[in-house]
């Protein structure tokens, strides 16, 4: 099996939040923080983030589907598709089915890797240790549906990477021959195209999570 390794480089267009899971109204504190790294405590953007939400745009938007048989041999089998499969073989002979099954279950092509501050000149990483550039806090609210009034809750605070702010990691892409490969790049530059259309994150009906993604050898 064949690799290559494509570089990647995310711009954050108005603010991101991809939280760590602490949604509970704390007072006097920050409600849903992003996640960070355990070392420095930096932010950082998952691959799974990123990976996930490709593959639910190109599912949803691009006219693949969740079925898709590309789309599952390219991030993932899917359980829906296992068991799509198995009800479509049922009928075979056992030779058969071991040939079928074999078909979905080689390795996924598409391996993400996490997302970090750029470095070097001008990088973010530096911006962020020296205090230059900081996380914003964005205070919500919660309307009452009925009486159209802000609900007894309060605001919520919600901590968000800034616009401006520039991540970089690598995908890593494994296939058997060119013709493969050809078909994984054309899928991932929809997505790309779709993501830059889009948002990443949680929130993006109320603006948050616009990003520029680029892909790069």
């Known amino acids: ?25 704390q007072i006097g504190g920050i409600d849903s923080e992003v996640i960070k790294d355990p070392i420095e405590k930096l932010p950082y953007i998952p691959g799974s983030s990123l990976k996930g939400k490709l593959r639910c745009l190109l599912e949803i938007e691009g006219g693949y589907g969740e079925l898709d048989e590309k789309i599952n041999r390219f991030f993932g089998v899917s359980d829906k598709y296992k068991r799509k499969i198995e009800e479509d073989i049922k009928d075979l002979n056992n030779e058969e089915k071991e040939k079928r099954r074999n078909e979905y279950q080689t390795p996924t092509r598409l391996i993400f890797r996490d997302l970090f501050l750029t470095k070097g000149e001008n990088g973010f990483y530096d911006k962020f240790k020296s205090g230059e550039i900081l996380t914003e806090s964005k205070a919500e609210i ?45 899928i991932l530059e929809e997505g790309k195209n779709l993501l830059n259309k889009d948002y990443l994150g949680g929130s993006g009906s109320r603006g948050y999570g616009a990003v520029k993604v680029e892909l790069s050898d």
């Open 1 to 25: 099996m064949k690799k290559v390794i494509k570089k990647i480089e995310l711009e954050v267009l108005t603010g991101l939040h991809i939280g760590i899971g602490n949604d509970t109204v």
């Open 142 to 186: 919660s309307i009452d549906r009925k009486k159209g009034t802000v609900t007894s809750a309060g605001p919520r605070t919600i901590e968000r990477i800034p616009p401006t702010v520039k991540f970089e990691g690598e995908l890593l892409i494994r296939y058997f021959n060119d013709n493969e490969l050809s078909e994984i790049l054309k």
